[in-house]
């Protein structure tokens, strides 16, 4: 089945950015994101928050990988499953001062939990930085490259 169609903000509330390797490390862009919700921001334990991803935004410098990553189903195939998400529901404080969060990540119809790091800085807004790994694998992803873990940053700007 496919994803729903949804209207994304002109401007994306920051960025998400992963490292793919098809032999050579290619830095590939979400261009078109957004916060569904955003809650408890000054208290990060017990954060609330849900982001759905344009996968149809994706964009790397290579044009012809770029373009397998769209249509092909063994890559994002994004004419099928043009949305992602990504859900969370509290974190704990590391002794680095960074929060360790269990993401649920949704893609190519898979939901899979994760670890994910963060900090949150500033009172409002709120500036977010944070890192996962994501086993490409796990969700369906059968196309060519060296590697199966995948790097993904997010920068963001956070306001309730």
């Not at 098809?22 to 590939?28: R, S, V, Y």
């Not at 990504?86 to 993401?103: F, H, P």
Request: proline residues 5%; negative net charge; glycine residues 6%.
């Amino acid at each position: 089945m496919a994803s729903p169609v949804i209207a994304f903000p002109t401007e994306a509330p920051g960025e998400i950015t992963f490292i793919g390797n098809a032999g050579g490390d290619n830095l590939f862009t979400v261009n078109s994101w957004k916060f569904d919700r955003l809650e408890n921001l000054s208290d990060p334990e017990n954060i609330a928050v849900t982001a759905t991803l344009d996968m149809t935004s994706i964009t790397c410098d290579w044009k012809d990988l770029e373009r397998n990553l769209h249509k092909k189903k063994d890559y994002f195939y994004s004419k099928k499953f043009n949305t992602a998400q990504i859900r969370i529901d509290g974190a704990e404080m590391q002794e680095d001062s960074n929060y360790l969060a269990t993401a649920t990540l949704t893609l190519k119809g898979v939901s899979k939990e994760l670890p994910l790091t963060f900090t949150l800085t500033g009172d409002g807004p709120y500036e977010l930085d944070a890192h996962a790994t994501v086993n490409r694998r796990k969700f369906k992803f059968t196309g060519n490259g060296p590697k199966d873990e995948v790097p993904v940053m997010v920068k963001a700007t956070l306001e309730e």
